[in-house]
């Protein structure tokens, strides 16, 4: 929904970005909710959990040091 979001308003710089971010992520979660409350049940479970999202990689701050 983020992406969705995103591609539609094309926000310019982080402010904007994170504010997309929030409510896309607030969308998904309520979709969740919905979900699980239409099924009666939790749709996260072991099977589905990602446990290790993968190698965290570190960028170089562009700032300069002083």
Known sequence: MTTEISHKE????????????RRGGGVAGKARKETE???GRSVISDENYLSDAGE??????SKKQR
Do not use: F, Q, R, T
């Open 56 to 61: 965290v990689k570190k960028i170089k701050s």
């Open 37 to 39: 409350k239409e099924l």
């Open 10 to 21: 094309k926000p310019k710089g982080m402010p904007a970005n994170k504010k997309v971010a």
